[in-house]
């Protein structure tokens, strides 16, 4: 389902799921970045996008491992800014660094042409559908 459909979130960005596995838990996205996405003349990717990037696959890796039975919602994520991401193709992994009944953490990583331009760690809450 997740290669398959394509959240508005995600269209927004300009993402689309790539690779999923369930073990080890990976997904992998690729995202457009615009220069509507952009400051400093249009070149650099606003930091909010850039984390936007990092946060979707680890709650999208979730929900296609959950098979949808629980909304993932982010309680705290850290992001690090490495370099510059500028207009153009980014690829993020997601992955779980480990997972109780109702807690996950996560990690991301945020690559453009091959260079490691942010990262993020994320904790993540499993919250029921029926809640």
């Known amino acids: 389902m997740l290669l398959s459909h394509t959240a508005p979130c995600?269209?927004?960005l300009g993402g689309k799921a790539i690779s999923f596995q369930s073990?080890?838990?990976e997904l992998k996205m690729e995202f457009e970045a615009i220069p509507e996405f952009c400051?400093?003349?249009n070149q650099i990717v606003q930091g909010g996008f850039v984390?936007?990037?990092l946060d979707a696959p680890m709650a999208h890796l979730l929900i296609a491992l959950l098979e949808g039975e629980f909304y993932p919602m982010t309680l705290d994520?850290?992001?690090s800014f490495l370099g510059p991401?500028?207009?153009g193709k980014l690829i993020?992994?997601?992955r779980i660094l480990k997972q109780g009944r109702s807690i996950v953490y996560l990690a991301s990583e945020l690559y453009q042409k091959e260079k490691l331009v942010a990262s993020a760690t994320s904790t993540v809450k499993l919250?029921?559908?029926s809640s």
């Open 10 to 12: 995600i269209e927004t």
């Open 23 to 25: 073990e080890p838990p």
């Open 39 to 41: 400051h400093s003349d």
């Open 51 to 53: 984390t936007g990037m």
């Open 77 to 79: 994520i850290n992001v």
């Open 85 to 87: 991401s500028h207009p």
């Open 92 to 94: 993020c992994n997601a």
């Open 127 to 129: 919250v029921s559908k």
